[in-house]
């Protein structure tokens, strides 16, 4: 038995029975926080990382609540401003970012933290912080103005607590924890190292509930591909050749938002996939070092994928959660999910 389902508390009530009431029945899923609790308690951790996670979750939900009434009341739209990828910040980004650091601030146990919406690193308590924070706050922009399913991701790395501290940048395998909310659909998944990972769903008291151990389906038939297929002339000879042999044994399913996608991977088995632009008809778009973010997408759900069984590579076929980041907006390509799938690939790219 896991601390999971040891603390899974049901509660039935139906004395009203006698007097010809309807009988009712109140299910209580055990929540997050207790959840990670028990998980402290088991690995005899501090609460400073109840702290953090309790404000990510502070985060999470008054994202999920301005995206929800976003469309009503008008602010699914765009700034005037570019960030630092050069893309088009929308109203919703901007919020999702101050909402964020505001709840990173106050637990004063952050150190700095990585914002996509940044392109500097964002100082929060450098004396006395004890965590980094890499995080997308709104991923999938070309959702929003659809009100249709964005990502919150992030990770979370700790300080040298045996000697001084050189601010290094974290490599994924340096992750204590990683996770994604969805929104607006009221699912978080987590992974903890050396823990799992675990979906959550969020309930009429809009808590997070019901711990569920995710591992990466083997069965075969469930699995599922997921990668802009428009891009397919664009990558690497080796890949597209991959593709047209292969993708006819699997369901295909594409979202354009990383945390959907990798929701589907994680649940249904298969692979999800960004691979390095190589080929495209103007070179001036090719992007050989991939397009998604190394420290707040690609090694986010890497280190979940990895917690579920599966794995992630590069298009070098180096496991993602070994890149050592030169860059906070560092790119990469991305290949994650079952482990039969990523190795395949991985004798692929061998090939090139
Ligand atoms: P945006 O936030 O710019 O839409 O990017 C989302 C993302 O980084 C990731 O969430 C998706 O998996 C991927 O890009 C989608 O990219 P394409 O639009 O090129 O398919």
Do not use: C
């Amino acid at each position: 038995m896991t601390y999971a389902e040891e603390t899974f508390i049901v509660i039935r009530v139906s004395e009203a029975q006698n007097m010809g009431a309807t009988e009712f029945v109140m299910d209580f899923e055990q929540t997050f926080m207790s959840f990670l609790l028990r998980h402290q308690e088991r690995y005899n951790r501090t609460y400073n990382f109840i702290v953090l996670m309790d404000a990510l979750m502070s985060a999470a939900k008054h994202i999920q609540y301005y995206y929800l009434t976003g469309a009503l009341k008008g602010h699914l739209g765009f700034t005037d401003n570019v960030n630092v990828q050069g893309e088009d910040v929308m109203q919703m980004d901007e919020i999702a970012h101050e909402i964020t650091i505001h709840y990173l601030r106050t637990t004063e146990r952050v150190i700095h933290a990585v914002s996509e919406e940044a392109a500097e690193i964002i100082p929060l308590n450098e004396e006395g912080g004890r965590y980094f924070v890499y995080f997308d706050p709104l991923d999938g922009s070309s959702n929003v103005s659809h009100g249709l399913p964005v990502g919150f991701l992030f990770g979370a790395a700790k300080r040298n607590l045996d000697g001084p501290e050189d601010f290094h940048l974290r490599a994924g395998k340096d992750y204590i924890a990683a996770g994604m909310f969805v929104i607006p659909t009221g699912t978080f998944t987590i992974a903890l190292k050396d823990a799992g990972a675990w979906r959550f769903h969020i309930d009429e008291t809009m808590n997070y509930v019901k711990p569920i151990r995710m591992m990466l389906s083997e069965k075969k038939s469930d699995w599922e591909l997921s990668f802009n297929s428009a891009n397919r002339y664009t990558f690497a000879h080796n890949i597209r050749e991959w593709i047209d042999k292969n993708e006819q044994r699997y369901t295909f399913r594409y979202l354009g938002a990383l945390a959907g996608d990798f929701h589907r991977t994680l649940t249904k088995g298969g692979m999800f996939m960004y691979p390095a632009i190589v080929n495209h008809p103007n070179p001036n778009k090719n992007r050989p070092d991939g397009k998604l973010r190394l420290m707040y997408e690609a090694s986010v759900v890497a280190f979940m994928a990895e917690e579920a069984g599966g794995h992630a590579i590069d298009e070098h076929g180096t496991s993602i959660l070994d890149i050592v980041p030169k860059g906070h907006h560092q790119r990469t390509a991305l290949y994650v999910g079952s482990k039969p799938l990523t190795d395949e690939i991985m004798e692929v790219l061998a090939k090139k």
